[in-house]
Nanobody, 110 residues
Framework: QLVESGGDLVQPGGSLRLTCAASGFDFSRSHMHWYRQVPDKEREWVARISGPGDSTTYADSVKGRFTISRDNTKNIVYLQMNSLRSEDTAVYYC?????WGRGTQVTVSS
């Protein structure tokens, strides 16, 4: 099970930290991903982190602004989002394998 939280309304230039709490699988061995989706568009991959947390990759659209991290003692993966822009507005999802969370809404607006 994957449960996202932390979404909110934030002004442009602001920051948010999303959390994905995981259970029911071998978390520390699992690559974890964040995706996002806006209405009428395909879901967009945002970031990935390896099981041990020693390797991360990012979409060009968020590189340098977002940071993915994980705590394998708590089975949690984070997405720290800084310098937020209106185009970051979306529902953000956590994913591993074929399993998705239900998402958390991030709205960037003044």
């Amino acid at each position: 099970q994957l449960v996202e939280s932390g979404g909110d309304l934030v002004q442009p230039g602001g920051s948010l930290r999303l959390t994905c709490a995981a259970s029911g699988f071998d978390f520390s061995r699992s690559h974890m991903h964040w995706y996002r989706q806006v209405p009428d568009k395909e879901r967009e991959w945002v970031a990935r982190i390896s099981g041990p947390g020693d390797s991360t990759t990012y979409a060009d659209s968020v590189k340098g602004r977002f940071t993915i991290s994980r705590d394998n003692t708590k089975n949690i993966v984070y997405l720290q989002m800084n310098s937020l822009r209106s185009e970051d507005t979306a529902v953000y999802y956590c994913k591993t394998g074929n399993h998705w969370g239900r998402g958390t809404q991030v709205t960037v607006s003044s």
